[in-house]
């Protein structure tokens, strides 16, 4: 079976990636970062298995698979870090999904799943699954109370921030210091309300002055005297506290 990738993330993919390098029943035809290539190298190329992320930046993958001239079609496993989505495919019996951050028992249980599917199955329950499941996105779209941005004024303007582009945020004094891969912004609040307000999306406290996305880690530092720090894109290294570790461990599937 052949297979692509594809997430605007970059650790995501490559997560995914090294996992496929252990299944010698799969080839990775390559990986794409939007949905735009997305479609394009799906109608060019005809995996027969794509990891598809659900929430891109300029798509969602529901709107990819709409777009898929293909025949034969392939099997779609959905990675997201959104539970409420992968609860409503479930209640539909849709496509396969792994939940960010998934363990490597998870992944490899989803690839026995897919080496049994036979080609008549996927062709015949495809565009209902697909139509079905775009139903309930689109609806769950209309109705989520999930905040799609965060507004930081800054001086006569406010800038909306979305969850993916955010790093990571450290407490200082009264306000927040709220880290994107190019800008720093302060917004005063408490990072209890941050937290909150991101409980939806892939953010973990990893201490009491501290919370990142998960999506944006680099490398775990293991320092002296059992210390252990998250590197992020950024380079910045940031303290992991103690009663954290095991929680964020488990999240990342170490």
Excluded: W
């Amino acid at each position: 079976m052949k297979a692509l990738v594809v997430d605007d993330e970059e650790l995501a993919r490559r997560r995914v990636l090294n996992l496929l390098a252990e299944v010698k029943e799969i080839e990775v035809l390559g990986e794409c970062s939007n949905g735009k290539s997305a479609i394009t190298q799906i109608n060019k190329l005809k995996p027969g298995l794509v990891f598809l992320d659900i929430s891109m930046k300029d798509m969602s993958g529901f709107e990819v698979l709409q777009k898929l001239h293909v025949n034969p079609k392939p099997v779609v496993v959905f990675v997201t870090a959104y539970d409420n989505y992968a609860t409503k495919a479930f209640d539909v019996d849709a496509f396969d999904f792994l939940l960010k951050p998934f363990r490597d028992e998870r992944f490899f249980k989803t690839i026995k799943k897919v080496l049994n599917i036979s080609n008549n199955e996927v062709q015949e329950n495809f565009e209902k699954r697909l139509q079905t499941l775009f139903e309930v996105y689109s609806k769950d779209r209309k109705t989520s109370k999930i905040p799609l941005k965060l507004p930081v004024r800054q001086g006569n303007k406010t800038v909306l921030l979305t969850p993916n582009e955010i790093s990571y945020i450290c407490a200082s004094g009264y306000y927040a210091e709220i880290y994107t891969e190019n800008s720093k912004y302060l917004l005063r609040e408490s990072l209890n309300n941050l937290e909150e307000f991101f409980k939806n999306h892939a953010f973990f406290r990893i201490h009491r002055s501290a919370i990142i996305n998960l999506n944006h880690i680099k490398e775990i530092v293991h320092s002296d005297f059992s210390e252990v720090d998250v590197k992020m894109r950024d380079n910045k290294l940031l303290r992991i506290s103690k009663s954290n570790k095991k929680e964020l461990f488990d999240k990342l599937g170490i």
